[in-house]
């Protein structure tokens, strides 16, 4: 099954609770899983874990979360 590439890797970022997380950086448009808002391509995201008890008993998906839900701070310079 071939896999589309969605999003490419940028780093470690912090978010606004302090946690550190994933960023991305989208390569196609993708949808917020928080608001619905659009991620368009070429911005910065982040994901998080969250059931697909729907489709996939006991799976996990990482839904992406744009900037306006979860700020990111980039870790690395
Ligand atoms: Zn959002």
């Known amino acids: 099954m ?3 590439v969605k999003s490419n ?3 470690r970022a912090i978010d606004g609770t302090a946690s550190v997380t ?3 950086r989208a390569v196609i448009a993708l949808e917020c899983v ?3 808002g659009a991620i ?3 911005h910065l995201f982040s994901r998080r874990s969250q059931p697909v008890a729907r489709r996939m008993i006991g799976a996990l998906t990482l ?3 744009c900037l306006a ?3 990111l701070r ?3 310079r």
């Open 2 to 4: 071939p896999t589309q």
């Open 74 to 76: 980039m870790q690395d």
């Open 69 to 71: 839900c979860r700020p």
């Open 40 to 42: 368009g391509p070429g």
């Open 9 to 11: 890797y940028v780093g």
């Open 63 to 65: 839904a992406p979360v």
């Open 22 to 24: 994933t960023a991305y």
């Open 34 to 36: 928080e608001c619905t």
